[in-house]
């Protein structure tokens, strides 16, 4: 038996009230799979083939850049995977594809072209990609992919929408030490991808018609409007305007078609207000990491800035505006064990995240959080590119689950269904391990 495999089956042994498609899900997450030549997409800056291709539709999320990643940078791996079945019987289970070369897991077709996911050599889950969509296969006037201006994640659950590229934070002082967004506009660049640092509202209005006219099943319920921090002004708006007029024009020419979301800084309240007016229903004021001196340490540009105590306030102060439901910030699980600052025991890492976690949940707002991938270009990826303990994140899914019950809270509005087998919220396992809960929550809530 490999380590990996006898490191996973532990902890299944070890927390059995935590699903097992979470545990494979977290460990695929923060340390990545590699792709065999039979199960890349074979699409690369187009999409005209079979499977839904991964869109870098914000950071990279891979273990190596472009050029490190060969074949599956040409030929580009799906955008995300779907587990099923194996030894394990595992349940449907939705995972965004984060490629490292060098991981223990793989995916693979076998003799009869079935494809399968393989970890220490031994096939363990069946895997099921995202066909490509119809509305992929349309380009807007100009000729530009719909993939480039509004990619779908979440098996179609969620149009990603990054109009702005790259972040005001910039370089070292600056960046958060996690971020590599700045990074993957230059590497796309570099290998001549389309890529646009800017988005136009008229393109993104154009590839929602498509998207509109071709999602017949609607599968496509929300929209997220971000992109990178802006410290002064981009295209001649400030942060509240610049991210509002893409939600002002999706809500006047789609009134209520998607729930609108946005991950913006912790604006003040009166910006806050302005997202909300444009007809934004979820804002997320990322908190990133809860620990006073790590938030401090990795994200140099907004402590400046804003400052952490002034940021955690801004957050109290939107559940006015949006209702305490509505207000979803997320943060990177995994950074708070970064070497060489972060905490060197599990059992300090959850106890911190466990403090920030009851200190919104007490206010009626539940975080969310995305598992931390540990890209090279960033500094804390380049230093820890094993991440985060496995430990780390099956116990967060734990301390999360029960500090949610403290507070009588539920899986928040705007992701999808919950429950193992059902989720689809594919970049943390956060959805998978909540129970199972009725639709009506796919509505955005009016009030907290
Ligand atoms: S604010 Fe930080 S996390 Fe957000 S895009 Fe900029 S560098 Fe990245």
Known sequence: MGSRTALVEDLMERFPHVPREAVFKEDLLRGGVAFDSSALSDTANEAAGEVKPKSYF??????????????????????????????????????????????????????????????????????????????????????KSVMEVAPTIQWGYLIYLTVFRVCQYFGAKEECQYCDINHNWRQHKAAGRPYTGVKDVEEVLEALEIIDRYDTQKASTAYTLTGGAITSKVAGRDEADFYGHYAKAIEERFPGRWIGKVVAQALPKADVQRFKDYGVQIYHPNFEVWDRRLFELYCPGKERYIGRDEWHKRILDSADVFGARNVIPNFVAGVEMAQPHGFTTVDEAIASTTEGLRFFMSHGITPRFTTWCPEPTTPLGKANPEGAPLEYH??????????????????????????????????????????????AKETAGTGD
Do not use: C, Q, W
């Not at 096939?123 to 000729?143: C, F, K, Q, S, W």
């Not at 396992?429 to 909540?434: A, K, N, P, Q, R």
């Open 58 to 143: 914000i950071f990279s999320f891979d273990h190596g850049t472009l050029p490190e990643l060969g074949e599956a940078a040409l030929r580009r791996p799906p955008e995300e995977i779907v587990l099923t079945g194996g030894p394990y019987g595992l349940r449907r289970t939705v995972v965004s594809v984060r490629v490292n070369p060098r991981s223990p897991y793989r995916v693979a077709a076998d003799d009869e072209g079935m494809l399968g996911l393989y970890l220490d050599g031994k096939r363990i889950a069946d895997v099921g990609v995202p066909p490509m969509p119809e509305y992929y296969r349309h380009t807007l006037a100009n000729g």
């Open 394 to 439: 099956i116990r967060l899914l734990d301390a999360y689950r029960s500090t949610m019950e403290d507070f009588g809270l539920s899986s928040p509005p705007g992701y999808g269904p919950a429950g193992a087998g059902r989720a689809v919220f594919s970049v943390s396992s956060f959805m998978d391990s909540l129970p199972a809960d009725d639709e």
